[in-house]
């Protein structure tokens, strides 16, 4: 992805200093900057703190090259030391089960490597999607500031050997926000430790947000409810913002950010976020008056998604099933080289509803593994004005008409939204306040979907 970032006027560099004196070394910025030669002064921005939970690119290479299983979280266990060892036996570099930038390196190239040659397996590939560092993550956070001054704190854990956490800080004004002479400028901290050293200062994190503003908490990698920097981030956060198609188990993953909205955690999945095209096309389709009956009568649904990870599938499905009253009674799970998943519906009339959800195997994956394919509603009552076709792409509507019916379905394409990057869809985020309750009445659903699977 790439992120147009505004030019910058620097303040501050990034600087290393004491933790215990952050604070101190960002009021002497501004003190001691007061107008430039043109006569601009600089004020520091007060709308609200964005905290950044980004773990280096380690643990998410080791899973990708398979040596691996476990949560991409920054969190350095057990399975993370074994998987080190293992990368540095194999690569012929001293064994220490502590990561290294030379071992990072190594990760990096034999992934390059590996592609160029087609050497990755289906289940390496799908990894590599899995979670994606954001290398352009700075100016994601540059972008964010422009149009949203705030301070950022960027919690970087790192793999390795711990030495405690190192500090810095910076200042930047982007100089699209000039007015009447004033540059508006973003703060910076940054924090770089292994996760057990930072969770050892979580309380100074805390103390760095500004007060009496909101702290809307990014946590880039899986929730990990046990990690105590992770509570306390929930915690004392007005936001959590999460990312589901990042999710290397999705469905036990989605059951923990389930609980999590049932102890009315505000939280905010930008996997959520990009649904928004496909349920606006879903609701027009049927607004028609000619045609707001017949939604009564669906009772077959198909749901194609990116073979790799069903997030995406299971809340857009939960979205239709909230807004229709239908209660999920059956799942059944079929995997193969197509991962179907097939759910039974019953509705307030009693009526059963059946809907297919299908991972498809793809050669080309997206940007974002697991996005939608295609959508497809209709009805055995073969009167009924109420077979839909949606589809992201030629292949899917190619599937969905080749599907079959004797129903004239009404097809459109769903088109790729601008609006759909990171960094868009997190300067939306950020303009918003309180629990989507969409979201979390879509989520109880999959959540009673989940249930059925687990007794299956």
């Known amino acids: ?165 190192k500090a810095q800080v910076s200042a930047y004004c982007p100089v699209n926000k000039r007015s009447q002479n004033t540059l508006v400028c973003c703060e910076y901290i940054t924090l770089h430790g292994t996760a057990e050293a930072l969770d050892r200062i979580g309380g100074i994190i805390s103390d760095l947000t500004i007060s009496g503003l909101s702290t809307f908490v990014w946590w880039k990698a899986e929730p990990a409810p046990e990690y105590s920097l992770f509570k306390r981030l929930v915690s004392q956060g007005d936001t959590l913002i999460i990312d589901s198609s990042i999710f290397s188990d999705p469905e036990g993953d989605l059951f923990r950010t389930i609980e999590m909205l049932a102890d009315d955690v505000s939280l905010a999945d930008l996997n959520w976020a990009r649904l928004g095209a496909w349920q606006e096309l879903t609701a027009a389709a049927f607004d028609p008056p000619e045609r707001r009956d017949a939604v009564q009568e669906i009772d077959r649904g198909t749901i194609d998604y990116e073979k790799g990870n069903p997030a995406q599938a299971l809340m857009f499905l939960g979205w239709i099933a909230s807004r229709l009253q239908w209660k999920p009674v059956d799942y059944k799970h079929e995997s193969g080289e197509y991962d179907i998943r097939r759910i039974e519906f019953i509705n307030g009339e009693n ?89 979390k009445e879509s989520m109880e659903v999959v959540d009673q979907i989940l249930k059925l699977a687990s007794q299956s």
């Open 351 to 439: 009526r059963s509803i059946e809907v297919e959800l299908a991972g498809v195997p793809l050669t080309d994956w997206g940007e974002v593994l697991g996005d939608l394919i295609s959508l497809k509603l209709s009805s055995t009552n073969l009167e009924a004005d109420c077979c839909t076709v949606f589809c992201s792409g030629t292949t899917g509507c190619m599937r969905m008409e080749a599907s079959g019916g004797a129903q004239a379905c009404r097809i459109e394409q769903v088109t790729s939204l601008a609006d759909q990057k990171t960094d868009q869809l997190l300067s939306k985020q950020l303009q918003r306040w309180g629990q989507d309750l969409l979201y």
């Open 1 to 165: 992805m790439t992120t147009q970032t505004p030019p910058l006027v620097s303040l501050q560099d990034p600087k290393d200093v004491s933790i215990d004196v952050i604070e101190t070394e960002l009021a002497s910025i501004w003190q001691s900057y007061g107008t430039d030669g043109d006569g601009i002064a600089a004020t520091r921005a007060t709308t609200f703190t964005f905290v950044v939970y980004e773990p280096e690119p380690t643990q998410h290479l080791l899973a990708t090259l398979g040596f691996y299983t476990g949560p991409v979280d920054g969190i350095a266990g057990p399975r993370t030391i074994a998987a080190v060892k293992s990368a540095q036996k194999a690569y012929e570099i001293e064994v220490t089960g502590k990561s290294s930038q030379a071992l990072l390196d190594r990760l990096k190239k034999e992934l390059e490597k590996a592609k160029a040659e087609g050497r990755l397996t289906d289940v390496q590939q799908r990894a590599s999607q899995q979670y994606t560092p954001d290398l352009e993550g700075t100016g994601i956070a540059d972008t964010i500031a422009s149009a949203n001054p705030c301070r950022i704190i960027t919690l970087c854990p790192t793999v390795g050997e711990d030495n405690g956490v």
